[in-house]
């Protein structure tokens, strides 16, 4: 195995991706990873700008005067956009790149460390111990929740209160800490990660709200005996890697009497607001500028990660999904949104049934009554729960706002016109069922 740093413009996002079969340039091959990875490829790249790095090393070929990417092609694709938005294969994904890039601390890298293989076959076993499943313990093994449960714990990632913004905020309001002066963020909440933990500093968590356990001048003096700790370097990530090396750091602090101890406990917990963003000076008796309007919703499907993986099955359905959520906007395609719903909600529905053997179907069958039989599977198989399932029943019958006729007059009728917010209604109230259906 070789390591070595490559010229990003000398890396070739591979036209040959499993993901996608062989298509005709590199250029195809972002395209094809933005269309149809669009949130996952929106979300790797602002986790990239946040990080100000990438974790792992593309596995890489040196093929002619170009080094193809193997594995780690969505990296590579983020990387090469990120370093020139106009390679995007829209205006919009250049934009994006564009906002995104302004984000970026410090000097854009030019060049990233790869994996380089040149052997073929190393290539394909690197490939399939990585992408294959677990095979028996041979491949990469997944965490299971409970693994994912231990992680989040002990390192404090993927908890809604900023533990350490707030500690932070309340010790330069208390002038313990310079207005400038910045905790390191992900130190701080790894130290903090379980209650008990936190309630040795004093502290506590509930409700998504911070609270003091203690007298405030004790509980502020030990936190800022740890911020100082850790904005010096004192004590780093090796410091606090796991719970022992946690709770070794606190027994110093604790045989140094810097802890509250238990004659410091309050009679009632005092909460902690979390800091406001910085508000515009305004003079007394002057209106404060209005928040301004949120944009107006342009595609039919939300701009969200509904989970849905590509399969043999539903890579048509996927297609029609992603032009709906990315490509066709109202005011410019109502026609096409209405016609591409209406194909999408029934080629769902046949996809569901044929996947799930669903019995009493007939050939003839209406769409509403297939969605009707589908519906009932659905809650008899415990995937949706009754106050899901009454809200849908509407939909198969006369009620023009969830009536397949009404889907119908959108495809068929010269004299029915689409209305964006009438169809923006349906899918909202019908996009569970459809993940469902794509899903199976």
């Given at each position: 195995m070789k390591i070595q740093s490559i010229e990003l413009k000398d890396l070739l996002v591979n036209r040959a991706n499993d993901r996608h079969g062989e298509?005709?340039?590199?250029?195809?091959?972002?395209?094809?990873?933005?269309?149809?990875?669009?949130?996952?490829?929106?979300n790797l790249a602002k986790d990239v700008v946040a990080s100000g790095e990438i974790f792992e090393p593309p596995?890489?070929?040196?093929?002619?005067?170009?080094?193809?990417?193997?594995?780690?092609?969505?990296?590579?694709?983020?990387?090469?956009?990120?370093?020139?938005?106009?390679?995007?294969?829209?205006?919009?994904?250049?934009?994006?790149?564009?906002?995104?890039r302004a984000n970026w601390e410090g000097d854009?890298?030019?060049?990233?460390?790869?994996?380089?293989?040149?052997?073929?076959?190393?290539?394909?076993?690197?490939?399939?111990?990585?992408?294959?499943?677990?095979?028996?313990?041979?491949?990469?093994?997944?965490?299971?929740?409970p693994a994912k449960t231990n992680f989040e714990?002990?390192?404090?990632k993927n908890t809604r209160l900023d533990i350490a913004e707030v500690v932070e905020d309340m010790?330069?309001?208390?002038?313990?800490?310079?207005?400038?002066?910045?905790i390191p963020r992900s130190n701080m909440k790894r130290l903090f990660s379980a209650e008990h933990l936190r309630n040795r500093a004093g502290?506590?968590?509930e409700k998504n709200k911070l609270r003091l356990t203690h007298k405030e001048d004790k509980v502020l003096s030990a936190l800022e005996r740890i911020a100082r700790d850790l904005i010096s370097k004192k004590k780093t990530l090796d410091d606090l890697w796991d719970n022992d090396a946690k709770?070794?750091?606190?027994?110093?602090?604790?045989?140094?009497?810097?802890?509250?101890?238990?004659?410091?406990?309050?009679?009632?917990?005092?909460?902690?607001?979390?800091?406001?963003?910085?508000?515009?000076?305004?003079?007394?008796g002057t209106p404060q500028p209005r928040a301004p309007q949120p944009e107006k919703r342009k595609t039919l499907i939300r701009d969200i990660d509904y989970g849905i993986q590509q399969t043999h099955v539903n890579k048509r359905a996927l297609d029609i999904f992603y032009e709906l959520q990315h490509k066709l906007k109202f005011d410019d395609h109502d026609n096409a949104i209405a016609v591409l719903f209406r194909v999408l909600l029934e080629i769902g529905i046949e996809q569901y049934i044929e996947q799930k053997k669903v019995g009493d179907v007939h050939k003839g069958d209406k769409l509403s009554n297939k969605f009707r039989k589908v519906l009932a599977h659905m809650f008899d198989n415990g995937l949706i729960e009754d106050k899901y399932q009454a809200a849908l029943r509407k939909f198969e019958k006369s009620e023009i706002l969830f009536s397949t006729s009404t889907l119908h007059s959108y495809v068929h009728s010269a004299d029915f016109f689409p209305s964006d917010q009438?169809?923006?209604?349906?899918?909202?109230?019908?996009?569970?069922?459809?993940?469902?259906?794509?899903?199976?």
């Amino acid at each position: 195995m070789k390591i070595q740093s490559i010229e990003l413009k000398d890396l070739l996002v591979n036209r040959a991706n499993d993901r996608h079969g062989e298509v005709v340039d590199e250029s195809a091959a972002i395209e094809w990873l933005l269309t149809h990875r669009s949130n996952h490829m929106r979300n790797l790249a602002k986790d990239v700008v946040a990080s100000g790095e990438i974790f792992e090393p593309p596995l890489v070929r040196k093929e002619n005067e170009h080094y193809v990417v193997y594995d780690g092609n969505r990296r590579t694709t983020v990387l090469k956009l990120l370093a020139n938005p106009q390679l995007s294969p829209s205006q919009d994904w250049a934009k994006f790149f564009t906002d995104l890039r302004a984000n970026w601390e410090g000097d854009f890298p030019s060049k990233i460390q790869c994996q380089i293989e040149q052997d073929r076959e190393r290539l394909d076993e690197i490939l399939y111990r990585r992408h294959t499943g677990q095979q028996s313990g041979v491949g990469q093994s997944q965490w299971d929740a409970p693994a994912k449960t231990n992680f989040e714990r002990r390192t404090g990632k993927n908890t809604r209160l900023d533990i350490a913004e707030v500690v932070e905020d309340m010790l330069i309001k208390s002038g313990r800490l310079r207005d400038g002066e910045r905790i390191p963020r992900s130190n701080m909440k790894r130290l903090f990660s379980a209650e008990h933990l936190r309630n040795r500093a004093g502290i506590t968590v509930e409700k998504n709200k911070l609270r003091l356990t203690h007298k405030e001048d004790k509980v502020l003096s030990a936190l800022e005996r740890i911020a100082r700790d850790l904005i010096s370097k004192k004590k780093t990530l090796d410091d606090l890697w796991d719970n022992d090396a946690k709770r070794k750091y606190l027994d110093e602090l604790d045989r140094e009497r810097i802890l509250p101890t238990v004659e410091d406990a309050l009679k009632e917990k005092k909460p902690i607001d979390a800091p406001k963003p910085a508000q515009p000076e305004n003079g007394k008796g002057t209106p404060q500028p209005r928040a301004p309007q949120p944009e107006k919703r342009k595609t039919l499907i939300r701009d969200i990660d509904y989970g849905i993986q590509q399969t043999h099955v539903n890579k048509r359905a996927l297609d029609i999904f992603y032009e709906l959520q990315h490509k066709l906007k109202f005011d410019d395609h109502d026609n096409a949104i209405a016609v591409l719903f209406r194909v999408l909600l029934e080629i769902g529905i046949e996809q569901y049934i044929e996947q799930k053997k669903v019995g009493d179907v007939h050939k003839g069958d209406k769409l509403s009554n297939k969605f009707r039989k589908v519906l009932a599977h659905m809650f008899d198989n415990g995937l949706i729960e009754d106050k899901y399932q009454a809200a849908l029943r509407k939909f198969e019958k006369s009620e023009i706002l969830f009536s397949t006729s009404t889907l119908h007059s959108y495809v068929h009728s010269a004299d029915f016109f689409p209305s964006d917010q009438h169809l923006k209604s349906m899918w909202d109230t019908l996009d569970k069922f459809v993940v469902i259906c794509l899903k199976s």
